[in-house]
């Protein structure tokens, strides 16, 4: 028998398991109490105070919020001298302070902005430290609550960056998002973004016709990166996602700009996308040198991975058979997780339902999963904090 079937043997841990269930609707109303606050990347701050004073209400010990507004509870363990297990979920929302974050049901489907991504996920780290207290479990080693910022966006991961430097290498991580139940992410693609700053002479329309204009310049420029070509093994990709510049429609430009994200199953892949970018750049600055093309590196979200030997990989995919998933998908993506796994440090990502539409204002929860989700969670939480 191994670890995990023991631990999901015990009649405590079983009674937990069979909660998320009858306690479906009470852990949904969490998840919409936390989705109706908004928390746009950089404005955490009224999120974070919900889920301290949840933490606090729950128990926790050393409830506390950092600088950046990431808030840490800690559940004792048996053993405290072991390395702790680390459970993190991020806090904050691609949406603007200004959203209606109205929800709605249609067809056994929970609709609102971030419902998934990932008011789930921190919704399912505030009911898991509820259920462990209810049911009187202990885990092994300490288990550490962190609702982490700056995810999203131009948030670079800071958030994520400080919960591993105050919990170091010999912590495992265990990274929740409200989506992608019945998947496994031990491998981290890693994303590099730039702002292309353009400055040219520019003018009026007709009378300095000729003129170079910095929005043609970015116009160039685009059409030159998107006849890119890469590879779709490792899978590389490129986005112009954000394009500003001029003063009027009867202006020649002085002045313009591109926003670009790069992403690479592969750290030679991206960096050999990099470069070529570069080399365009150069190459349209040689032919106008009457413009000036400045590059600046905005976001670096570093590639990494385990091997999926790795004991965290396999209990992760022992807990959602034991829990009746099946079929187990081993998810690639851009997720908190990338540090840790940039610095071979044991972390998985999991999912506590699926969702889809994330990142649109129809986003929506397929809420069917949640119990099986949480109770995955359980399992791994626990096998992580006993296991060697």
């Not at 670079?156 to 998002?177: H, N, Q, S």
């Not at 329309?205 to 003129?211: A, P, Q, T």
């Not at 170079?212 to 890119?228: C, E, K, P, Y």
Request: contains cysteine; negative net charge; hydrophobic residues 45%.
């Amino acid at each position: 028998m191994s670890l995990l079937t023991d631990i999901a043997a015990r009649p405590a841990v079983q009674a937990a398991c069979r909660s998320f269930a009858q306690d479906r609707e009470t852990i949904l109303d969490l998840i919409v109490a936390v989705q109706q606050i908004p928390a746009p990347t950089f404005a955490e701050a009224a999120r974070a105070c919900f889920v301290a004073q949840q933490f606090a209400a729950l128990g926790l010990a050393d409830v506390q919020e950092d600088a950046l507004h990431n808030v840490y509870g800690r559940f004792p363990g048996a053993q405290p001298h072991r390395p702790p297990v680390v459970l993190s979920a991020h806090l904050d929302t691609v949406f603007p302070q200004e959203t209606d974050l109205a929800i709605r049901w249609e067809n056994g489907r929970l609709y609102g902005p971030g419902i998934g991504d990932n008011a789930t996920g921190v919704g399912g780290l505030i009911a898991l430290a509820r259920t462990l207290r209810a049911y009187a479990i202990q885990p092994v080693a300490d288990l550490w609550f962190a609702a982490n910022v700056r995810e999203e966006g131009m948030g670079d991961l800071r958030g994520m960056r400080a919960v591993v430097a105050r919990f170091g290498a010999a912590a495992r991580y265990l990274v929740i998002e409200g989506g992608l139940f019945g998947s496994v992410c031990h491998q981290g693609i890693g994303v590099r973004r730039y702002r292309i700053d353009i400055q040219a002479p520019g003018g009026h329309s007709w009378s300095n016709f000729g003129n170079t204009s910095a929005v043609h310049v970015l116009g160039r420029l685009i059409a030159a990166i998107d006849d890119l070509h890469v590879p779709q093994s490792p899978r590389t990709t490129y986005n112009v996602g954000v394009v500003q510049g001029g003063q009027s429609i009867n202006s020649i430009a002085q002045s313009a700009s591109l926003w670009l994200d790069m992403r690479s199953e592969s750290v030679a892949a991206l960096h050999k996308l990099e470069a070529q970018v570069q080399e365009l750049i150069a190459e349209i600055q040689n032919r106008l040198t009457e413009a000036t093309l400045t590059p600046i590196l905005v976001g670096n979200r570093p590639a990494g991975q385990i091997p999926r030997e790795t004991p965290l990989v396999t209990w992760a995919v022992e807990a959602l058979h034991q829990v009746g998933q099946k079929q187990v998908e081993f998810y690639v993506g851009s997720t908190d997780a990338n540090i840790p796994l940039s610095l071979g440090i044991s972390s998985v990502c999991i999912g506590l339902a699926r969702s889809q539409n994330a990142h649109r204002l129809d986003e929506y929860l397929e809420p069917m999963y949640l119990p099986d989700g949480l109770a995955q969670l359980l399992l791994l939480a626990l096998t992580a904090a006993e296991g060697e």
